[in-house]
Every structure is written in structure tokens, then in C-alpha cells.
């Protein structure tokens, strides 16, 4: 394991949201890498089955059911990490809505900034007395909402758009303490969500959208889940030591080529 590129052995990394879609994708990854790995996700069945795959594969990782919309409960799951330093923390937590700013409700709007805003505050906050000692790298899932219009995703679209400033402020804030902070900003990609959308939203055309969803993006697919993986292990890594305060779109072209 040693040997490997992207090496995280003896580093703790949290990954919020980390028992499906990208961020099971992130734990698993970093757990092949040697990080000791903390799941907080509010589904307790699917966190810990997903810390029994790790442990099944030979990696480490400990489930901590935590709302990061909470502020005392994020700083419990915090408290609970026993390890004097915490490596790394992805903020991955978040929840979609569907609407223009006519079809948002107040109640749908704090839904979305109480996790998606809120719970990247809770957690990074916790997490920075911590890391003030010795570095650590935080990175946030922010979305190509983020940098560019999307129809009908005006809440989501406020929420990660926070998201990408607040990496920069946290980037800017804390250099002298060798924390570093960066974002992902991927487009539609392949998980649990999508399949759960299409079948809700169009019983018995899920093939169907699911070709015409995928070919918005230029390259003519959605990603998957390993590829943000892939670069989210890069970022956290040590080979990446000289990026901070940046945003990486990982997009199938669809930022630069459908302009």
C-alpha cells in the first residue's frame, strides 16, 4: 500500500454523506489508500454497511451517525474522533431541489441551505481547531450549478454557489496554518439520486430520460461515481500540496464546450 500513488496511509479522513453515491465512492477509495476513514451520515443502516464493505476489504473505517445540519451534533461526531489530528475532511453531504425561484417554497429554501450551507459550515468549523496544529486538507462538493446558470435549480444553485465561496474564504483564511481548501464541481453524475429521480418523475420512460439527461453533457455520458472519487483522492493527497483556494469542474465538457 505504501508504494502507491496518492498514498493516505496513517491520515484520518470524514467524509460527510459517505454511505452512498460519490461520498461512499470518496470512503472507499481513501480506505484503499490507508486513510482511517469516518463515515457521518444520517442513515445509520447505510453507513454501516457501508463501513462493513470497507472492513471486509481490509480497510478501516468507523461510522458516525451525525444530522450535519445540527450544530451540536456535528461538534459531538467531531469530539468522538479520539485521534489528536483530523487529515482531511470532504464536505460531501448535500440534498438536491428541483424549481425555479417560483416553484421554491421558504421551506424548501431553508431545507437546502440548512444542509447543503449550513452543514458545510457546521463541519468545517468543528474541524479547523483541530487541523490549526499540524495542516489538513478540507474539500467541498460544489457542483457546475455553482458556476454556471441551470434551469430550474435556483435553490440548489444559491446553495452551491456558497459552497464554492466559502472554499475560497476558508483557503484565504487559513494558508499561514497549512490547511488548504478546494472544491469539485462535477455535472450529472450516475448515483442512487438520479435513479431515484427518474423513477419518481417518469415511471416507465427511466431509459429513456435517463440517454437524454446523459447526453447534455458533451462527452455523452454522466460520470461516475469513482472518477470524483479518483479526483478527490488527488486533492487530498500530498502530491497535491501546492493547490489551495481552487475550484475543479469535472464535467464531461459541459462547462467550456456548451457555451
Known amino acids: 500500500m505504501n508504494d502507491q500513488p496518492y498514498n493516505l496511509a496513517g491520515k484520518t479522513a470524514i467524509v460527510t454523506g459517505g454511505s452512498s453515491g460519490i461520498g461512499l465512492a470518496i470512503s472507499q477509495l481513501f480506505a484503499t489508500r490507508g486513510a482511517g476513514v469516518y463515515i457521518m451520515d444520517i442513515d445509520e443502516g447505510e453507513g454501516k454497511k457501508a463501513c462493513e464493505q470497507i472492513l471486509q476489504t481490509g480497510g478501516r473505517a468507523t461510522f458516525i451517525k451525525c444530522d450535519v445540519s445540527a450544530p451540536a451534533e456535528v461538534q459531538k461526531a467531531i469530539d468522538a474522533i479520539d485521534q489528536d489530528e483530523i487529515s482531511i475532511l470532504v464536505n460531501n453531504a448535500g440534498v438536491a431541489h428541483i424549481g425555479n425561484i417560483e416553484q421554491t417554497s421558504e421551506q424548501d429554501l431553508?431545507?437546502?441551505?440548512?444542509i447543503n450551507i449550513k452543514g458545510v459550515f457546521n463541519c468545517t468549523r468543528a474541524v479547523i481547531p483541530r487541523m490549526k496544529n499540524s495542516g489538513g486538507v478540507i474539500l467541498n462538493l460544489a457542483s457546475i450549478a455553482s458556476v454556471v446558470g441551470l434551469s430550474d435549480r435556483f435553490a440548489y444553485s444559491m446553495s452551491k454557489g456558497a459552497v464554492l465561496t466559502m472554499t475560497y474564504s476558508v483557503a484565504k483564511d487559513y494558508i499561514q496554518y497549512g490547511i488548504r481548501c478546494n472544491s469539485i464541481a462535477p455535472a450529472r453524475?450516475?448515483?442512487?439520486?438520479?435513479?431515484?429521480?427518474?423513477?419518481?418523475?417518469?415511471?416507465?420512460?427511466?431509459?429513456?430520460?435517463?440517454?437524454?439527461?446523459?447526453?447534455?453533457?458533451?462527452i455523452g455520458?454522466?460520470?461516475?461515481?469513482?472518477?470524483?472519487?479518483?479526483?478527490?483522492l488527488y486533492l487530498c493527497s500530498d502530491e497535491a500540496s501546492f493547490i489551495t483556494g481552487s475550484c475543479y469542474p469535472i464535467d464531461g465538457g459541459f462547462i467550456t464546450l456548451n457555451s
Open 110 to 114: 431553508d431545507r437546502i441551505y440548512d
Open 189 to 218: 453524475v450516475h448515483t442512487p439520486f438520479v435513479d431515484g429521480f427518474l423513477q419518481k418523475n417518469y415511471p416507465g420512460q427511466e431509459a429513456e430520460m435517463f440517454d437524454r439527461l446523459s447526453k447534455t453533457q458533451p
Open 221 to 232: 455520458r454522466m460520470g461516475a461515481p469513482g472518477e470524483v472519487a479518483h479526483l478527490a
